[in-house]
């Protein structure tokens, strides 16, 4: 089954650290992304760029309403997730907690629906 870990962090916190500290949280998700790969659960992942490139979209009264900036305002926001391949979420939720966000953020774990 696959399941999406949805990686949530305050983006601001990036750019407070060090570059020895950036190099080393870079280190740390590069080797994340290759034990999911080495372990054949990795179907996808990519980093996301800031919330204040995000545009919404909703329909009222049938019609497009587009708006810039994200849905909802809060202090974590969306950073990256992982598509990943798991048998249960047991292993699902083992795999998000050796991710590296989970150690200064949140990991959203959310089965995809099967076709």
């Given at each position: 089954?696959?399941?999406?870990?949805?990686?949530?962090?305050?983006?601001?916190?990036w750019?407070?650290?060090?570059?020895?500290?950036?190099?080393?949280?870079?280190?740390?998700?590069?080797?994340?992304?290759?034990?999911?790969?080495?372990a054949?659960?990795?179907?996808?992942?990519?980093?996301?760029?800031d919330?204040?490139?995000?545009?919404?979209?909703?329909?009222?009264?049938?019609?497009?309403?587009?708006?810039d900036g994200?849905?909802?305002?809060?202090?974590?926001?969306?950073?990256?997730?992982?598509?990943?391949?798991?048998?249960?979420?047991?292993a699902?939720?083992?795999?998000?907690?050796?991710?590296?966000?989970?150690?200064?953020?949140?990991?959203?774990?959310?089965?995809?629906?099967?076709?």
């Amino acid at each position: 089954m696959q399941y999406l870990l949805m990686l949530y962090a305050d983006e601001s916190g990036w750019g407070r650290m060090s570059p020895a500290e950036q190099q080393a949280g870079m280190a740390a998700y590069t080797a994340y992304t290759a034990a999911l790969s080495k372990a054949g659960a990795l179907v996808g992942s990519n980093r996301l760029q800031d919330s204040d490139t995000a545009t919404t979209v909703r329909l009222v009264d049938g019609k497009p309403l587009v708006q810039d900036g994200p849905y909802a305002e809060a202090r974590e926001q969306i950073g990256g997730y992982y598509l990943i391949e798991a048998p249960d979420l047991d292993a699902a939720l083992a795999w998000a907690a050796r991710c590296p966000g989970a150690g200064h953020g949140t990991i959203e774990v959310r089965p995809v629906w099967e076709k």
